[in-house]
């Protein structure tokens, strides 16, 4: 088998947060492989750890985390011009804000509004990054920084430089934030939520933005999202994220047309469809465990109808499905009874499989 070119290794991770009510299990055995040049998304309700995790990978985690066990390797070609391979856990902040955030690994996030400084110009911000990881002269900073606006759609790049975050638009603060993202040439870039701020015209123009920069630099791209209607459009793979667990993965193709896990039927579920007669939203019934205690067995079962009597005393392993597609349910031991999706599901899928293959997408 063909040995996969990644970019960044996550094995075993498990990360605990100190609260006042306890000590909250957020990421239990997180396993995730980045190709490089390649796209995948984590996506999953809210409180689900898709940021938690990625946050990790970036060595941001809050101060009252703590790193249970697991690696996180990121490969990356030093200021050498050779490859090389470091586990983020192992390294200290100081080494970690040198060598990787914003510099090799730079992260998009939910709103701009609030990742953008208020009290710092827009040419300023583009700046800082350049001139802090490679002493870049404030012209060749300058300059460099005006082609980034005009790269992400920004017009009047030389009067936008002057301007503060408030004087921009919702989307074109979003650019802005891309285009810092996008000043120290990083090797992967992580989108945190990006559209979720933005009106439905300016997220297609966002996606389409984020889509055709990886194409031009060739870099990897982590998505982290709920919302799945972006993940068709943007992601190669897909892995699906409850309670610190990842319980589905595989090819977007696979996930989207092939489901096999009850969360990811309902989630699925769940999206807006235009062709349905029914203009009522489905919802998953009940909510996510809480975290502040052990989890016995598979932690979807009481918000799944299809659960068995084993997922209340054991927890799922990994079942494959094909080489790349794996889901952790009970219901693909050879032993269970054999459950379908929902009809209704089912229907639904094929007619989206359809309208993509018709449409090119």
Not at 161 to 180: E, N
Not at 307 to 335: C, G, N
Request: net charge neutral; glycine share 6%; aromatic share 6%.
């Amino acid at each position: 088998m063909e040995e996969k070119d990644l970019i960044m290794k996550i094995r075993d991770l498990d990360i605990s947060f100190k609260t006042t009510a306890g000590v909250v299990h957020a990421i239990r055995g997180i396993n995730i492989d980045l190709e490089r040049g390649q796209t995948i998304s984590v996506v999953g309700e809210s409180g689900s750890g898709k940021s938690v995790t990625m946050r990790a990978a970036m060595g941001i985690l809050a101060k009252n985390a703590t790193v249970e066990s697991g690696t996180i390797e990121f490969t990356y070609k030093n200021d050498n011009g050779s490859m090389e391979t470091v586990d983020i856990l192992k390294k200290d902040k100081k080494w970690i804000r040198k060598n990787i955030n914003g510099k090799r690994i730079a992260m998009v996030f939910q709103d701009p509004m609030t990742s953008l400084d208020p009290t710092m110009n827009i040419g300023k911000q583009i700046m800082e990054g350049m001139r802090w990881h490679y002493n870049t002269s404030k012209e060749e900073a300058h300059k460099k920084a005006v082609e980034l606006l005009k790269e992400v759609g920004i017009e009047d790049a030389e009067k936008r430089m002057k301007q503060y975050p408030h004087q921009l638009s919702g989307g074109m603060r979003q650019r802005v934030v891309i285009a810092i993202a996008l000043a120290c040439d990083p090797e992967l870039l992580i989108c945190d939520e990006p559209t979720t701020a933005l009106d439905v015209t300016i997220q297609a123009k966002i996606i389409e933005l984020i889509r055709r920069e990886q194409k031009k630099r060739g870099i990897s791209v982590i998505y982290i999202t709920h919302d799945l209607g972006v993940v068709a459009k943007v992601a190669d793979f897909v892995n699906v994220m409850y309670a610190g667990k990842i319980v589905e993965k595989g090819t977007v193709n696979e996930v989207f047309y092939d489901p096999k896990h009850p969360y990811t039927w309902g989630l699925l579920s769940a999206m807006p469809d235009l062709n349905t007669d029914d203009d009522r939203l489905y919802t998953i019934p009940g909510s996510p465990p809480n975290l502040l205690h052990e989890v016995p067995g598979d932690a979807f079962a009481p918000r799944n109808k299809f659960a068995l009597v084993i997922d209340d005393k054991k927890e799922p392993p990994m079942f494959k499905i094909s080489e790349t597609h794996y889901a952790a349910t009970w219901l693909l031991d050879e032993r269970a009874p054999k459950v379908e999706m929902p009809i209704e599901l089912k229907n639904r899928l094929e007619r989206m499989k359809k309208e993509a293959e018709r449409y090119g997408s």
